[in-house]
C-alpha cells in the first residue's frame, strides 16, 4: 500500500482511542438494534459474554480479534464497520499535554 505525502499546510491525520471506542460501541448497537439483536441472541447464538457486549457498546474499548468477530457477526467487511470514527477534531497532542 502506497503512503500518501503529506501536503504542505496539511493538518496530520490524528485518531483519539477514547473517541474510537465511544464510537465504534454506539455503531455496534445501532448495528445489533437494526439486526433485531439483543444481548443474550449475541450470547446465545454466537456465543459472546455478556460482560464483552456491555464493555463495547458502553465504550470500554476492543482488542483487534473482537473487533474481527464482531464484523464477521454482522458481516460486515471490517472497513465499512470502522469507517469515519474515531478521527480527532482537535489536536490530540496538544490536548494530553494539557490535560497533565
Known amino acids: 500500500m502506497a503512503k500518501k505525502p503529506a501536503s504542505e499546510g496539511s493538518t496530520p491525520l490524528r485518531y483519539d482511542y477514547k ?3 465511544v464510537e465504534l460501541g454506539k455503531r455496534i448497537r445501532q448495528l445489533r438494534k437494526e439486526s433485531g439483536l439483543t444481548i443474550r441472541a449475541l450470547i446465545v447464538q454466537h456465543g459472546f459474554h455478556t460482560t464483552q457486549i456491555q464493555r463495547i457498546e ?3 474499548g476492543i482488542s483487534v480479534p473482537m473487533l474481527l ?3 464477521q457477526t454482522f458481516q460486515l467487511p471490517l472497513e465499512e464497520l470502522v469507517a469515519d470514527i474515531g478521527k480527532a477534531t482537535v489536536d490530540v497532542e496538544s490536548r494530553s499535554r494539557a490535560s497533565k
Open 19 to 21: 473517541v474510537f471506542s
Open 58 to 60: 458502553k465504550g470500554d
Open 69 to 71: 468477530r464482531v464484523a
